[in-house]
């Protein structure tokens, strides 16, 4: 008998504090709506990556 006590006083302490059901965030449970990541941002290409490379900045235009 104690051992069922404590068992049932260790399962409900441990449930303590939880709103719900556990979930992956990318499997949610229908109603839950997961917080929308933030846009991607390219970087700008540095102007200065040519002439560290060696090339002249006119050779990759194509136009002569």
């Given at each position: 008998m104690r051992?069922?006590?404590?068992v049932?006083?260790?399962l409900l302490a441990a449930a303590c504090g939880s709103k719900g059901p556990l979930y992956f965030r990318d499997n949610p449970p229908p109603g839950v709506k997961p917080p929308k990541p933030e846009a991607y941002k390219p970087q700008p290409y540095p102007k200065d990556a040519a002439k560290e490379t060696g090339e002249d900045e006119s050779a990759g235009s194509g136009k002569k």
């Amino acid at each position: 008998m104690r051992l069922a006590t404590l068992v049932l006083v260790m399962l409900l302490a441990a449930a303590c504090g939880s709103k719900g059901p556990l979930y992956f965030r990318d499997n949610p449970p229908p109603g839950v709506k997961p917080p929308k990541p933030e846009a991607y941002k390219p970087q700008p290409y540095p102007k200065d990556a040519a002439k560290e490379t060696g090339e002249d900045e006119s050779a990759g235009s194509g136009k002569k």
